[in-house]
Nanobody, 126 residues
Framework: QVQLAESGGGLVQAGGSLRLSCAAS????????RGWFRQAPGKEREFVAA????????NYADSVKGRFTISRDNAKNTVYLQMNSLKPDDTAIYYC???????????????????WGQGTQVTVSS
């Protein structure tokens, strides 16, 4: 059974940094696309960042470009989201996602992902 487990969320002041991790188990995702999405209170889930399974190309939402970096460690079946210069608007539950197929694109489309984690809360105070 595939499971994705996020960690690294928490409370941080504006301008601070956090690093989220998403470890996958029950399957191998070394060539699968991986992504991060977030959902703020009262808002719909939105794309944050993605990394392709082949070539490790990346894709970011405009709101996080230059501040967030997605990376992966295939040996650990883990994807990371380094978040710098955090803003109160970044407050949300962050979800990681994994595709069940090989992907050579870093997709922002949530429908391309088969597996989802439970989410980790990120709160940025002003």
């Amino acid at each position: 059974q595939v499971q994705l487990a996020e960690s690294g969320g928490g409370l941080v002041q504006a301008g601070g940094s956090l690093r989220l991790s998403c470890a996958a188990s029950g399957g191998t995702f070394s060539r699968s696309g991986r992504g991060w999405f977030r959902q703020a209170p009262g808002k719909e889930r939105e794309f944050v960042a993605a990394i392709s399974g082949i070539g490790s190309s990346t894709n970011y939402a405009d709101s996080v470009k230059g501040r967030f970096t997605i990376s992966r460690d295939n040996a650990k079946n883990t994807v990371y989201l380094q978040m710098n210069s955090l803003k109160p608007d970044d407050t949300a539950i962050y979800y990681c996602a994994a595709a069940g197929i090989i992907m050579n694109v870093a997709s922002a489309n949530p429908n391309h992902y088969n597996y989802w984690g439970q989410g980790t809360q990120v709160t940025v105070s002003s």
